[in-house]
């Protein structure tokens, strides 16, 4: 039995979903790409044309969802399917498009740039919490209109694992698309084995913009994973109550849905997000919040209610360090995103509202991952009698009778996570003479050995050659003649 | 063959399988394989490698103490072969180990004896909640070499202190050493009550008592 943490009774997810339709009516989505409002209007759909809102009638949104599958897989760079989206599956990704890293010596947010990617995907690659790889920073070393597929050139090369990433542009959507196929050995076995999902915002309150739904309707035609990621902020840019915001969410998923599905029916199309309230002091979206983190629990049950794959944003914090609050937040809500058994939790790593990373908080985060998986592991029968089958004749009435069982060795793994080195639980006297560090000092040291160990993963160089060709073609009509020179990557 | 026989033993003290190790070393009587050979290029190997792998944080405490289980029972059925060669493992000398009085901890202790067993250690282990007489008789008994006590609280370790002096007051230091273990135990704390040695867990407690009988080297 999987534990599952359920917040809404199945009469109010209907009442969720019956007003969500009526919001796609009144007072409607504002749909600012040409495309998908000439795809609405031929489905049956009402457009004002000065407006660009459109009255989306439920039962185009039925025949959408009809169509929309149910679950899929992201494949890693051998072929596995390692990321089930569907069900109560759940995975974890690093948080994407920070802006700045944390640096563990100075504990400045270091503007990011190459190496600072680099850093990110090697320790995730290494950490076996993180079923997927994220493009976690923009890198500002490159002209901003190739940073998108930049980043999903840097993770193709140093990573094996699944990616969720997304563009910036309608433009480079296309050509990371592309990237993706020359991995993949071609569009069709791209889509056949989906390497990386894509997130695509609409823009709250209620409105799909240009380029957000003209990435949908990319990926829909692509045959890529699209993964909307709608953003409902309590108190501001959604209504302050709970019930509200998941009502507008799910009118901006189903809306977004619809899109891609008219674009190509059949497509893989998940309900994400990252939900936040708006904090009433500072004007912030704090992603540590647990309002937050109980949206998205409560947009999950919706989503899964019609059977939708799900995403959510999470095992974030807003703390500047990795400190007490990081934990705490991070922990937490990591723990609240998988008892919701939502496929993919993407956020660990970061702090300050997602615009910052940190390899440290990577590792730190890990361990709120296992405890979280262990949680969803729940308790588990492992042996005929529960208890006295263990009381044989070598039991002895003494406290080390049970280290002494050959069961105990068979079990204890999968009874118990066994937690990294970030983790303490050495005695004063060990602790003192490892030279007494607190978490973050520990995970410095974790991050360091693990750069220390990574190995990139061997990818076919014919591939890599025409990755990198691929590459240095955009950046050269971006204006730039080079690509910046990466250390351990030469390509031929 | 033998080679390939010494791998299987040191495998089966690695996977704490006793049934095998036992097997494995009734077949090495059978193939009239040198028992003292058996014990050393074989089971003893994959003791050291499991402390190795636990010293590194790779092995835990089920594996280490199913391995020294898997090595008591391995040395069982070839000790009456080393009597009947007239031989003897060479034992790396006595043990007495107690928890001392008032304290009923002795997971720690336990650990420290079975490992020190599986490493030729001849151990006699009285439990818990020990006075300074009945430890120190058992240890004028069996002519220990080294007494080792645990103890789990600061108000119990003070009897640590008590044996000691109770020792030299018998003259019977430095012949007989002591070791002394338990989580509040600091090298303060031994140094202050003038102990021998002490460790921090049953890998280092080997090494200390190999120290202390002067086989620091084996």
Not at chain 1, 62 to 83: I, M, Q
Not at chain 1, 154 to 170: C, E, W
Not at chain 1, 402 to 417: C, G, P, S
Request: glycine share 8%; with cysteine.
């Amino acid at each position: 039995m999987q534990p599952k943490l359920l917040l809404l009774e199945e009469e109010m997810i209907i009442r969720i979903l019956d007003e969500a339709y009526q919001l796609l009516l009144k007072p409607g989505i504002k749909v600012n790409n040409e495309e998908a409002r000439d795809l609405l209007a031929l489905a049956g759909a009402k457009v004002d044309s000065e407006t660009n809102i459109v009255q989306i009638p439920e039962q185009i949104v039925h025949k959408a969802l009809e169509s929309t599958p149910r679950e899929f897989h992201l494949y890693d760079y051998e072929g596995n399917p390692t990321v089930r989206y569907g069900g109560d599956a759940v995975h974890f990704d690093p948080g994407s498009s920070g802006i700045t890293m944390l640096n563990p010596e100075t504990l400045e947010h270091d503007t990011t740039e190459t190496p600072h990617l680099i850093k990110l995907l090697k320790v995730a690659e290494q950490l076996p919490q993180y079923d997927a790889q994220s493009t976690a920073v923009v890198c500002h070393d490159v002209p901003q209109t190739i940073q998108d597929s930049y980043r999903l050139y840097l993770s193709l090369i140093y990573s094996r694992k699944p990616i969720v990433t997304g563009a910036f542009t309608n433009k480079t959507v296309t050509e990371m698309i592309d990237m993706l196929a020359i991995l993949a050995g071609g569009h069709a076995a791209s889509r056949e084995k989906p390497r990386a999902i894509f997130d695509v915002c609409p823009a709250p309150p209620l409105i799909w913009s240009n380029f957000g739904a003209g990435n949908l309707i990319a990926l829909a035609r692509a045959g890529v994973p699209a993964e909307i990621v709608s953003v409902p902020l309590s108190g501001a840019a959604a209504p302050v109550t709970m019930l509200g915001t998941v009502t507008q969410h799910a009118a901006e998923c189903l809306a977004g849905i619809t899109i891609h599905q008219l674009a190509h029916a059949g497509s893989p199309i998940v309900w994400g997000g990252a939900a936040a309230i708006f904090d009433m002091r500072k004007g912030a979206t704090p992603m540590g919040a647990v309002e937050t983190a109980m949206l998205d629990c409560s947009y999950a049950q919706v989503a899964k209610y019609i059977g939708m794959p799900t995403h959510t944003y999470l095992g974030a914090t807003d703390s500047k360090l990795v400190d007490a609050q990081a934990g705490l937040e991070s922990g937490i809500s990591a723990m609240i995103g998988a008892l919701s058994g939502i496929n993919m939790i993407s956020g660990s790593g970061m702090l300050d509202f997602l615009s910052c990373h940190s390899a440290e908080k990577l590792v730190i985060d890990a361990e709120g991952i296992s405890m979280a998986k262990r949680m969803l592991g729940g308790v588990q029968l492992h042996t005929e009698t529960l208890a006295t089958g263990f009381y044989d004749h070598n039991i002895n009435f003494k406290g080390g009778d049970f280290l002494k069982q050959k069961i105990t060795m068979q079990l204890f793994r999968k009874e118990q996570h066994l937690p990294s080195d970030v983790i303490d639980r050495a005695s004063m006297r060990d602790w003192k003479k490892a030279g007494s560090l607190d978490t973050f000092e520990r995970a410095k040291v974790m991050v360091t050995n693990l750069l220390a160990s990574y190995k990139r993963p061997e990818i076919d160089p014919a591939k890599l050659t025409a990755l990198h060709v691929f590459m240095l073609d955009l950046a050269r009509k971006a204006g730039v003649e080079s690509l910046p020179l990466i250390e351990d990557f030469q390509p031929a | 063959m033998s080679e390939e026989l010494y791998k299987e033993m040191a495998q089966s003290i690695i996977d704490g399988d006793s049934d095998i190790a036992i097997e494995l070393a009734k077949k090495s009587i059978e193939l009239k394989m040198h028992p003292l050979e058996t014990i050393t290029k074989g089971f003893v190997i994959g003791v050291n490698y499991i402390g190795d792998q636990f010293g590194a944080g790779e092995a835990f405490l089920p594996e280490l103490v199913m391995a020294g289980e898997a090595m008591k029972a391995a040395v069982a059925v070839l000790e009456p072969e080393l009597l009947k060669l007239g031989e003897a493992r060479e034992m790396m000398g006595k043990v007495v180990l107690a928890t001392v009085e008032g304290d009923i901890h002795e997971i720690g202790k336990t650990l420290v004896g079975t490992m020190l067993s599986a490493s030729g250690f001849e151990v006699v282990d009285l439990g818990v909640d020990q006075p300074a007489d009945k430890i120190i008789g058992k240890a004028l008994e069996i002519n220990a070499d080294i007494i080792g006590m645990s103890a789990l609280l600061t108000t119990t370790m003070v009897r640590q202190r008590e044996v000691i002096e109770e020792l030299d007051k018998e003259g019977l230091r430095p012949r007989i050493k002591v070791m002394v273990g338990g989580a509040p135990i600091t090298r303060d704390w031994v140094t202050k009550i003038k102990a021998d040695g002490y460790s921090e867990d049953a890998i280092g407690a080997v090494k200390i008592a190999k120290e202390l009988v002067g086989k620091a080297d084996q």
